[in-house]
């Protein structure tokens, strides 16, 4: 079945980047659907960072925009995310997770376990 | 503060059937499918619910969602002990503002 697992540093100081890759198995992303981040801060509900297709096509949420970048490597079988200048509001769980054939189509399934990264010098 | 509005908390006993709302607006609920992620204490989201309506192939026939206009609702009937978690709804919004994935923030279930 299809797996999925986030990887990175768990502490970022304040206006570094955060960087995390997201290892798929169980199927070749280069056959097509969404990957997606999602995070949870502590305690809190979830909030989509962006989405990316196989090909590349790649799709943010506005409040994040400016600061994330999402990209795919299909020969490794991962998608990645750099969110740049981060502050102690981006302390969170971050998800990956598998999203629809289309940016705003389909649902979010399998997500990953998860990895929570802090922010914090 | 969550574009799509749920209700902090909810409870029930055993047996019972119980119901949690999300209400949204036009540029999400009411124009776009509806999903429900159930999240278990400690462990990542799954999904409970698609297309307004559907369960995955897993899902016990006990949980079932519905929308009408710009809201919906999951019922959780015959209600278990190990039902207990979070409920989270999630809409893509096309909003001019704009367009992206939005959720709730969150129903957190407990079985009394």
């Known amino acids: 079945q299809v797996q999925l697992q986030e990887s990175g540093p768990g502490l970022v100081k304040p206006s570094e980047t955060l960087s995390l890759i997201c290892t798929v198995s169980?199927?070749?992303?280069?056959?097509?659907?969404?990957w997606g981040w999602i995070r949870q801060p502590p305690g809190m509900g979830l909030e989509w960072i962006g989405t990316i297709s196989h090909s590349g096509d790649s799709n943010y949420n506005p409040s994040l925009k400016s600061r994330v970048s999402i990209s795919v490597d299909p020969s490794k079988n991962q998608f990645s995310l750099r969110v740049r200048s981060v502050i102690a509001a981006d302390t969170a769980v971050y998800y990956c997770?598998?999203?629809?054939?289309?940016?705003?189509?389909?649902?979010?399934?399998?997500w990953g376990r998860g990895t929570l990264v802090t922010v914090s010098s | 503060q969550s574009v799509l509005t749920q209700p902090p908390s909810a409870s029930g006993t055993p047996g019972q059937r119980v119901t949690i709302s999300c209400s949204g607006s036009s540029s999400n609920i009411g124009s776009n499918f509806l999903y429900w992620y159930q999240q278990l204490p400690g462990t990542a989201p799954t999904l409970l619910i698609y297309r307004n309506n559907q369960r995955p192939s897993g899902v016990p026939d006990r949980f079932s969602g519905s929308k009408s206009g710009t809201s919906a609702s999951l019922a959780i009937s015959g209600l278990r002990s190990e039902d207990e978690a979070d409920y989270f709804c999630a809409s893509w919004d096309d909003s001019l503002s704009g367009r992206r994935w939005v959720f709730g923030g969150g129903t957190k279930l407990t079985v009394l």
């Open positions: 997770a598998r999203g629809g054939i289309g940016a705003a189509q389909g649902w979010f399934d399998p």
């Open positions: 169980g199927y070749s992303i280069s056959s097509g659907y969404y």
